[in-house]
């Protein structure tokens, strides 16, 4: 966690060339999965499939958001508005 991605397509959370970071993986139907929350406070779930395909990987770690233990949607939306991801988006 902690991988900062650029869009390189739109996507249903983040506009070309915006600015995301991981915060969460987990498994779906067996496969692996990422969570991304993007610099307007946007946030969703992306596949091995999707990532190759919509976003760049810069090779960036936010170190700040390593540990970031994800309780529930409403509370990632706390943290955003209190600035807990803002060193991502620098």
Known sequence: ???IVTTQRATAVGD????????AGYELGG???WSFIF???RYDGF????VDLRLAVTGE???EVTAYPFPSGWQLGED???GRFAAAFK
Do not use: A, I, L, W
């Open 1 to 3: 966690m902690g991988s």
């Open 16 to 23: 070309v060339g915006e600015r995301g970071v991981g915060y």
């Open 31 to 33: 496969r692996p999965g």
């Open 39 to 41: 610099e307007r406070g």
């Open 47 to 50: 596949s091995p499939d999707d």
């Open 61 to 63: 770690v936010c170190r």
């Open 80 to 82: 955003v508005r209190c």
